[in-house]
């Protein structure tokens, strides 16, 4: 029994197109479950630290109650970035570790699942 010219092709390109789908679908699947895992790991911090999350919160809320009242405050001002400061160093190094375990594109989903949760955190670039 033998396959035409045209055959051969068809057969080909769908066996092609079959193993491209199924990568796709694992790197899909790996990268879901990639942020599954960065999303817990700063869940898991946030319960290990909760005061320092809640501090951040409740002195950016004040400074931004006393500026949006007409009398800001410096001093509220750097006491709300220097909680942000720390929180931002805390998920620096929880970042790090991420990296380590997850490999090189553990940061970028790291980075994404933490301006999903705090928009106004920046984490450094260091080690870029």
């Known amino acids: 029994m033998g396959f035409s010219p045209r055959d051969l092709v068809r057969r080909t390109l769908g066996r092609l197109a079959g193993r ?11 990268s879901s479950s ?22 951040m919160t409740r002195l950016t809320e004040k400074a931004e109650r006393l500026e949006e009242a007409g009398t800001p405050s410096e001093s509220a001002g750097n ?11 805390e998920l ?5 570790a991420f990296v380590a375990a997850a ?19 920046e984490l450094p670039a260091a080690g870029r």
């Open 20 to 30: 491209l789908r199924r990568e796709r679908r694992k790197r899909t699947e790996k």
């Open 34 to 55: 990639l942020d599954d895992r960065a999303a817990a790991a700063i869940r898991e911090h946030e319960q290990v630290h909760a005061a320092l999350f809640e501090r």
């Open 79 to 89: 006491r709300a970035g220097r909680a942000r400061e720390e929180v931002e160093a």
């Open 92 to 96: 620096a190094a929880l970042r790090a």
């Open 103 to 121: 490999g090189k594109r553990g940061r970028k989903t790291f980075d994404r699942q933490v301006r999903s949760r705090y928009p106004g955190l």
